[in-house]
Structure formats: structure tokens, C-alpha cells
């Protein structure tokens, strides 16, 4: 059974930082492509940014210069360093596999940026 766990989230001022990680396990890590999304209430899910299986990485313009994308294959662990946090930030934060066709999610965890 494939499983994504998030975990990092938190409340944060504006500016601060948090590290995001998402733990999979059940599949052949490596050759999945990795994606952290985020989604506010009312609006459609939003891509952040992702990386390959091969190392290439990409980032929505809101997040260009503040956020980055990492993985550790040994770990079976994907990460989201998140810099001058924005209070635009909040939203919950979705890990996503994919390979091919099949893709698997995360249950999510909540980014609050708040003074």
C-alpha cells in the first residue's frame, strides 16, 4: 500500500521559514516524479513546484527565489524549503507521486503565515 506522509507545517510570521517533508513508502521511490501542491479553501489546487526523477526541478512564479525543492532517494523522502514566507503562503500543503499515469497523494499539512 502506497502511503505519502507530509509533515512541517505550522504557524509562522511573515518572513520566517519552515521545511516541509513528505515520507513515502509502498512504491520504488526513485523513478517517481515528486510535486508539492497547495490548495486554500474555495481554489483549485495549485502546483508549487517539482522534481524529476532525473534532478530537474520547477517552481510556480509566486514561489520562484523563496522555495526549494529537494529529495533524498536513500530517505524515500521529499522536501519543500520554504524562505520569506508570505502570509499568501497559507494554504494546505499536498505531497504528490507520479509515475506515468498513476499518481498518489498526500493527506496534506497546514502552512499558517500570520503576524
Known amino acids: 500500500q502506497v502511503q505519502l506522509v507530509e509533515s512541517g507545517g505550522g504557524l509562522v510570521q511573515p518572513g520566517g521559514s519552515l521545511r516541509l517533508s513528505c515520507v513515502a513508502s509502498?512504491?520504488?521511490?526513485?523513478?517517481?516524479?515528486m510535486h508539492w501542491y497547495r490548495q486554500t479553501p474555495g481554489k483549485e489546487r495549485e502546483l508549487v513546484a517539482f522534481?524529476?526523477?532525473?534532478?530537474?526541478?520547477g517552481y510556480s512564479d509566486s514561489v520562484k527565489g523563496r522555495f526549494t525543492i529537494s529529495r533524498d532517494n536513500a530517505k524515500n523522502t521529499v522536501y519543500l524549503q520554504m524562505n520569506s514566507l508570505k502570509p499568501e503562503d497559507t494554504a494546505v500543503y499536498y505531497c504528490?507521486?507520479?509515475?506515468?499515469?498513476?499518481?498518489?497523494w498526500g493527506k496534506g499539512t497546514l502552512v499558517t503565515v500570520s503576524s
Open positions: 504528490n507521486a507520479k509515475y506515468n499515469v498513476i499518481s498518489y
Open positions: 522534481m524529476t526523477s532525473g534532478g530537474s526541478t
Open positions: 509502498g512504491l520504488i521511490f526513485s523513478i517517481h516524479h
